[in-house]
């Protein structure tokens, strides 16, 4: 039952992830090269990883390699979040993958995005028995430039439906978009701006769409001059 798919594109071919959960067997994460004109190019899958279990993945393209993150849990629903090079041949090139950060608490949606040389993965984790959003950066060549992420909003307490949407990039800059609960059965679609190295530049979320009800998705991308 493959199921949360996402593809990134490297200018030449796309790179599509997905949880391989067949029954009765812990989830995978398989991927597949496709062409650009829409041919699969690997048959069986690549299997980015074989043993354990793995609720969750996404993948970004810094335009020479894809990078592909991951989830892996154990019985006390603690995670760990990891990370893995996918060249442009299919092969993956670091086994065992590089931690983004440690198992120490539940962690959600995994989002990520390329500024053309390195990455940015954010996520919802449950540190400090609050629900907050994270983000750290990946070096091209794996190295974990923030070992145990950084802020980019307000806490809140759990089970409040607060869950990363999206990040792209663009003119220098990433857009991290997320909704936080405003109320019983309300959440806010907000948006912060930060560098590459993980400076904020906004001093504070922005309010892209207040009291949505509980639209917990949304999607963000660059048109060249504005997000």
Request: charged share 15%.
């Amino acid at each position: 039952h493959p199921h949360d798919p996402q593809i990134a594109f490297d200018g030449t071919q796309y790179l599509a992830t997905w949880i391989a959960d067949p029954a009765g067997a812990e989830s995978q994460v398989h991927a597949a090269r496709i062409s650009a004109n829409g041919t699969a190019l690997d048959s069986p899958a690549i299997a980015i990883t074989t043993t354990g279990e793995h609720p969750g993945a996404t993948v970004a393209s810094n335009g020479n390699a894809f990078m592909v993150f991951f989830t892996t849990g154990n019985q006390e629903g603690k995670r760990t979040i990891l990370a893995t090079r996918v060249n442009a041949n299919g092969m993956v090139l670091d086994n065992p993958p590089k931690t983004v950060l440690a198992q120490s608490t539940s962690y959600f949606r995994l989002l990520a995005a390329s500024d053309g040389t390195d990455y940015l993965v954010g996520w919802v984790d449950t540190r400090g028995a609050k629900e907050q959003a994270y983000a750290a950066g990946i070096a091209a060549d794996g190295t974990i430039t923030h070992p145990d992420g950084f802020a980019v909003g307000d806490s809140f307490p759990l089970g409040g439906e607060m869950a990363i949407a999206a990040i792209a990039y663009g003119e220098n800059i990433y857009a991290i978009s997320w909704a936080e609960p405003s109320g019983l059965f309300d959440c806010n679609i907000v948006v912060r701006r930060y560098a590459a190295d993980g400076t904020a530049l906004d001093p504070a979320p922005l309010s892209v769409m207040p009291d949505t009800g509980l639209s917990l998705m949304s999607a963000i991308t660059h048109d060249g001059d504005n997000f």
